[in-house]
């Protein structure tokens, strides 16, 4: 009897099973699409996202854009090896004027977005809302060790568009987001509509560095007419976009669609492997003791001047929470 090859004893060993039909929210989904050499995330969130926006009553489109900006940071904060923030941040000078999302390792969750609702207007796209700007991703380590921040200029477009050259410039590695998010009505007496929002990275991993080469960026200031540099993508990479491609919004936010499902649906001609969940969850640093150590480090005249009906108030901006102190303990010298 012909013994078997290495190759047919790897694929006789791996586990196959049918994907699972039971929707799991708040969680991260690592996949590998191995005859493409893809690796992706699929994230899936539900109470989390909601917790977060409603706290604040956010309008619809402001809601809506934080939102996106909180399913990215979940999709790249998770990816983090070690205990650490991963933090995204815009300033621009549209009608949402500032974001910022901050995830800590492994799991943890909060956000806030500062908007002009003067500004607001019916039907204006994320890249309206959001303006011109920068976009700063941060990954911080610790106190003992360097901060690494990455700045993407903000021009209009949407945070998929500031994403994809984020990864571009920052990262050099071939990689598509999608982004959805949108409120769910569940009936009854007790009816209330939630926040749902859904998003997948893809990224090309060849083992050969070449077949990942990308085009080099445009320097700004060449002479015209000058032909722009090109690279032909690999098909691996090819097929890769396409497929991402077809993914519909609908399809992101289903609270009836697994997410094991979703990758069946578009990578199963292919083979795809899914990883262990890593569940993410709706939750904030702040605690009375960080507040009141926060007030020390103002001067006694800023103290002094936040004494109103005799006690200093401080609530926080990312989850509404309202901590009150008396003069004496936020540090308030008598008669100042």
Do not use: N
């Amino acid at each position: 009897m012909a013994s078997q090859s290495s190759e047919t004893k790897t694929a006789a060993e791996t586990p196959v099973r049918a994907p699972s039909a039971v929707p799991v929210d708040d969680t991260v989904l690592p996949f590998e699409v191995a005859a493409l050499d893809l690796r992706g995330r699929l994230t899936r969130l539900g109470p989390a996202l909601d917790d977060i926006l409603t706290k604040h009553d956010y309008p619809a489109p402001v809601g809506k854009l934080l939102g996106e900006a909180i399913v990215l940071t979940t999709l790249l904060g998770t990816s983090l090896k070690f205990e650490g923030r991963f933090i995204l941040q815009t300033r621009t000078d549209g009608p949402v004027s500032f974001l910022v999302v901050d995830f800590r390792s492994p799991d943890r969750l909060r956000a806030y977005a500062r908007y002009d609702a003067q500004r607001l207007k019916e039907g204006q796209s994320s890249g309206e809302l959001l303006g011109k700007g920068h976009l700063a991703m941060t990954i911080d380590q610790g106190a003992d060790m360097s901060r690494y921040q990455g700045l993407v200029a903000l021009e209009g477009g949407s945070l998929e568009d500031a994403a994809h050259e984020y990864f571009l410039r920052s990262e050099q590695i071939p990689t598509r987001v999608r982004l959805a998010v949108g409120e769910e009505w569940r009936g009854g007496e007790s009816g209330k509509h939630r926040w749902r929002a859904g998003g997948m990275l893809l990224q090309f991993l060849p083992k050969a560095p070449e077949r990942a080469r990308q085009a080099d960026l445009h320097p700004g200031d060449a002479p015209e007419g000058t032909a722009h540099h090109t690279v032909e993508e690999d098909d691996a990479w090819v097929e890769g976009q396409s497929l991402i491609g077809t993914v519909e919004d609908v399809e992101l936010i289903d609270p009836d669609l697994s997410g094991e499902r979703l990758l069946y649906r578009l990578f199963h001609e292919r083979g795809v492997r899914v990883f262990a969940p890593q569940p993410v969850q709706a939750q904030c640093s702040c605690s009375r003791d960080a507040v009141a150590a926060m007030l020390k480090s103002f001067t006694p005249k800023d103290r002094a001047d936040m004494v109103k009906d005799d006690k200093v108030v401080v609530t926080c901006e990312f989850c509404s929470s309202v901590y009150e102190f008396t003069p004496h303990e936020a540090g308030v010298e008598e008669g100042a």
